[in-house]
């Protein structure tokens, strides 16, 4: 069965500063990658998914992930952050031809003004 | 419309009582799901609709009773239910498992 860690359950950063939230998967089959992100009391926005071919993704609202298949790792990345985007960030996986999607625990970015 | 719809958005309900979650979507998805999400928790799979039929039941207590009536519409019904029910519920929607499903804002459901 298919595994997601994400080991940083919070974030603090500074306004305009980058970060990087992490986010580690297992499988013993082919998957694909989901980051989600939700707002409070929102339901779960999209932000960006690996399906295959090149490495790194770009999403909405400034983000983008790596995929490394060696590490087993999808971290997510963007280069300056603003108050807005205070949220819970969720990485997730499915296996391919699997409807169903695992989530990671969850981490909590909060911007520092 | 690339929305999934859910209400009510608050819900309060007595152990004793009968109550039901309404979503609905018409992006011509073929699947829909049930998830339930306790604070600062991740979302639980709770019900997997493909095609109308139901394909995945995460071993959910029967007092939570899906329906799929038509592709366009997926219920939660509830019956007595115990306080630790409590939670977020949120809908899904999605067209093949590669492209991520699309959730609903949820039903923040309280049971008194």
């Known amino acids: 069965a298919q595994s997601v860690t994400q080991l940083d359950s919070q974030v603090p950063v500074f306004e305009e500063a980058p970060v990087e939230l992490r986010c580690n998967y297992s499988s013993s089959v082919s998957v694909y990658l989901f980051w989600y992100v939700q707002y409070p009391n929102q339901g779960l926005q999209l932000l960006l998914k690996?399906?295959?071919?090149?490495?790194l993704v770009k999403g909405i609202n400034g983000f983008e992930a790596e995929f490394n298949k060696s590490q087993t790792s999808f971290h997510l990345r963007k280069p300056s952050v603003h108050i807005s985007d205070t949220a819970e960030y969720f990485c997730a996986v499915s296996v391919v031809g699997n409807e169903k999607l695992t989530f990671g625990t969850g981490t909590r970015l909060t911007i520092i003004p | 419309d690339t929305e999934v719809t859910q209400t009510p958005k608050h819900l309060v309900m007595g152990m004793t009582n009968k109550k039901s979650l309404k979503c609905e979507q018409h992006m011509g998805h073929r699947a829909m799901y049930w998830y339930k999400q306790k604070a600062k928790k991740p979302p639980e799979l709770m019900f997997v609709y493909s095609y109308e039929k139901l394909s995945i039941n995460e071993s959910v207590p029967s007092r939570f009773s899906p329906e799929c009536p038509n592709s366009s519409l997926l219920n939660l019904h509830l019956h007595a239910l115990q306080p630790e029910d409590s939670a977020l519920y949120l809908c899904?929607?999605?067209?093949?498992?590669?492209?991520?499903?699309?959730f609903g804002s949820g039903t923040r459901l309280t049971v008194v």
């Open positions: 899904a929607s999605s067209q093949q498992d590669r492209y991520g499903y699309t």
């Open positions: 690996y399906l295959s071919g090149s490495t």
